[in-house]
């Protein structure tokens, strides 16, 4: 099983609906794991941190399932904007310093 | 506040040349920084990361290798660069347990 696994998509959403993405993982007992959104050719950025507790920010909620081992990502009321592809990214098990990313799944909301 | 920078945006260079892309972090101290590549269509690989003034951790035993001659300077080298060696670089640094911050990446083709 690799260390992290995304659906590389593409998920194609019309505008307003509800698209949920999951991250799965294997070697990481971690308590923070990240959300990052990229667009074509351009750095990742920051999207959402990720904790026990979970985490809301406006339309984006991250939630984190540590006994099936995955963190999931909703988008509600999408825009055109949120077209992207979308990275989880895992803490190593042995080193935290060590942060895998997933493959990211890719996102394309139309009109 | 904290910035990254990284240079050059773009790189052409013929198979067996040498390489070197440098990234500076102002505004922190003591960050640990990171190397990833992305190959066109796939996701980030890890190559080498650095938690303190020449500590580097290999990802990737390839024909690449870095360095960290101060606390906010990282440097990705080869002697001879090869076609796969072709994608886009990001440095990145973080503090401890915190979200990764990218630079805006080196694009890279070897030819």
């Known amino acids: 099983r690799k260390e992290v696994e995304q659906d590389p998509g593409p998920f194609n959403v019309p505008e307003g609906a509800t698209v949920a993405f999951n991250c799965t993982y294997s070697n990481s007992a971690s308590q923070s794991f990240f959300w990052y959104r990229q667009d074509c050719r351009k750095e990742p950025k920051l999207l959402m941190s990720v904790y026990s507790s979970g985490n809301e920010d406006g339309r984006f909620t991250a939630q984190l399932n540590r006994a099936s081992q995955y963190i999931s990502l909703l988008i509600r009321d999408s825009k055109l904007s949120d077209s992207a592809t979308y990275l989880c990214?895992?803490?190593?098990?042995?080193?935290?310093?060590?942060?895998?990313f997933g493959t990211g799944t890719r996102l394309q909301v139309f009109p | 506040s904290q910035t990254i920078h990284q240079w050059p945006a773009t790189l052409v260079q013929p198979v067996g040349s040498p390489l070197s892309l440098e990234c500076t972090v102002e505004?922190?101290?003591?960050?640990?920084l990171y190397w990833y590549r992305q190959a066109a269509g796939r996701g980030l690989q890890l190559l080498f990361y650095?938690?303190?003034?020449?500590?580097i951790s290999s990802e990737v035993p390839q024909n690449l290798s870095a360095s960290r001659p101060q606390d906010r300077q990282f440097i990705l080298s080869s002697k001879k660069l090869l076609l796969s060696d072709s994608g886009f670089y990001l440095c990145?640094?973080?503090?401890?347990?915190?979200?990764?911050?990218f630079g805006n990446g080196t694009r890279l083709t070897v030819t």
């Open positions: 650095s938690v303190g003034i020449g500590q």
């Open positions: 990145a640094w973080r503090l401890f347990k915190s979200p990764l911050h």
């Open positions: 505004g922190t101290s003591n960050p640990n």
């Open positions: 990214v895992v803490p190593y098990l042995l080193n935290t310093d060590k942060l895998i």
